[in-house]
């Protein structure tokens, strides 16, 4: 197809359906929202980005457990591998990918962690048995078998077998307040929509890039 339905065709496919909102997190969510009803598993999973002592990248899939005004929350062990680098640079990036929807949200941004309010909250909520594997497990240290670890696992198995299982003190979580957020969503013809919106003050400022 030539001439002007050809223009007509390739405008349609440039407009998208996100480029007039001016409000990042809503946009986020609203996706999120089509994500748990069409990716078969984790939605929330997200590609976490830090860097080690070395200023080497370092990455790694985890799973969002919280979202709001304020950023993105995930947890895990303070010892571990992520942790550490966390400690030592508090920034971060994220990547969500939704192949079912074609999209994918990038996110860049300061850390910080949560309270240890929001962390026992959240604790509280897991499955007891992923509340004693955090007791057991020593994330991203070396691990001489499985064995060993079988055995932590039973050993706070029974410690814990009566009762509610406490928070591990080693154990809590990080927000990533976004500094920018950029949406991407696969069109045909590699005609793709990609907006980012920055941080600006109080408010957000948005652009649209070339695919």
Do not use: C
């Not at 991203?140 to 079988?150: C, D, G, I, N, V």
């Amino acid at each position: 197809m030539n001439g002007p339905e050809s223009i007509k065709r390739t405008s349609e496919l440039i407009s998208g359906d996100f480029t007039e909102s001016g409000e990042p997190l809503e946009l986020f969510s609203a996706w999120l929202n089509e994500a748990t009803a069409s990716e078969p598993n984790d939605p929330n999973a997200m590609a976490l980005a830090t860097v080690d002592a070395d200023g080497m990248p370092d990455v790694r899939m985890v799973l969002m457990k919280g979202f709001d005004a304020e950023g993105f929350v995930f947890y895990s062990h303070i010892a571990s591998a992520k942790g550490r680098e966390l400690a030592a640079n508090p920034k971060a990036a994220l990547l969500f990918h939704w192949k079912s929807l074609r999209r994918q949200v990038r996110v860049r941004g300061l850390v910080s962690p949560v309270s240890d309010a929001e962390a026992d909250v959240y604790f509280a909520t897991r499955p007891k048995q992923a509340q004693i594997g955090a007791w057991a497990s020593k994330q991203s240290q070396p691990l001489e078998s499985r064995m060993a670890f079988e055995k932590a696992i039973a050993v706070n198995a029974a410690r814990y077998a009566i009762g509610e299982v406490p928070r591990p003190p080693g154990w809590s979580g990080w927000r990533i307040v976004p500094q920018e957020i950029e949406f991407w969503h696969d069109r045909p013809f590699r005609l793709h929509d990609r907006i980012v919106f920055r941080r600006s003050g109080g408010s957000w400022e948005k652009t649209r890039l070339y695919p």
